[in-house]
C-alpha cells in the first residue's frame, strides 16, 4: 500500500527556518515523482516544488532561492529545507508522490500524505 507520511511541521518567526520530511512507504521513492504542496487558510491549494524520478526539481516562483528540495532514496524520504520563512508561507503543507507514469498522462498527483501544519508568525 502506497503511503506518505508528512513531519517536520512547526511554528517559527518570520526569517526562521524548517524542515519538512516525507516518509515513504510501499513503493521505492526512486520511481516516483514527489512534491509538496500548501494550503493556506481561505486559498487555495499551490504547489510548492517537485522531483522528477531523474532528480530533476522544480519550485514556485514565490519559494525559488529560499526552499530546497532533495531525496534520500536510501531512507525513501523527501525533504523541504525552509529557509528566510515568511508570514505568507504559513499552511498546511503536503507531500505527494505518483508514478511517473500516472503524472506524465494525467499531469497531477493521486497519494497524499495527511500534512503538516507551517506556522510563520512576524
Known amino acids: 500500500q502506497v503511503q506518505v507520511k508528512e513531519s517536520g511541521g512547526g511554528s517559527v518567526q518570520a526569517g526562521g527556518s524548517l524542515r519538512l520530511s516525507c516518509a515513504a512507504s510501499?513503493?521505492?521513492?526512486?520511481?516516483?515523482?514527489m512534491a509538496w504542496f500548501r494550503q493556506a487558510p481561505g486559498k487555495e491549494r499551490e504547489g510548492v516544488a517537485q522531483?522528477?524520478?531523474?532528480?530533476?526539481?522544480n519550485y514556485a516562483a514565490s519559494v525559488k532561492g529560499r526552499f530546497t528540495l532533495s531525496k534520500d532514496n536510501a531512507k525513501n524520504t523527501l525533504y523541504l529545507e525552509m529557509n528566510s520563512l515568511k508570514p505568507e508561507d504559513t499552511g498546511m503543507y503536503y507531500c505527494?508522490?505518483?508514478?511517473?507514469?500516472?503524472?506524465?498522462?494525467?499531469?497531477?498527483?493521486?497519494?497524499w500524505g495527511q500534512g503538516t501544519q507551517v506556522t510563520v508568525s512576524s
Open positions: 522531483i522528477d524520478t531523474d532528480g530533476r526539481t
Open positions: 510501499g513503493f521505492t521513492s526512486s520511481r516516483y515523482w
Open positions: 505527494a508522490a505518483a508514478t511517473s507514469l500516472y503524472y506524465s498522462v494525467n499531469r497531477k498527483y493521486n497519494y
